[in-house]
């Protein structure tokens, strides 16, 4: 029977060691992907103020569904001169709307329990 080279065994050790040590950090690496992953969706759910993407988000909406809610109630505002209700509540700074987390969920319990509907960006 013939001996192998000691180079290939060293050679096939190093590799075993390699792909070993490879699968640990890809697993490692995985593992703190997810934590960062829930960190940040802790961080997001603790937010006064959202963004109009993180209120799409959180309401399960598109942006431009959300944008036609506050379009709709500022011009039935506009047009009667008031507003039955609760209304949407966003803030405005230059150009970027933010919502208000808290007073988002009141606006979604007041306008289920009325039924409000919204329909090609107008209330009805």
Known sequence: MKSVP?????ASFILG???IIGCILLTTQEKNSELTQVAEQEVSNNKVLLTIQETAEYLSMTEEQVMSIIKAEQVSFTVSGFFDGRMFPFIKVQDQFFVSRVELDLWVQEASASHRRYINGQMQ
């Open 17 to 19: 060691i390699s792909f």
């Open 6 to 10: 000691f180079s290939i065994l060293l």
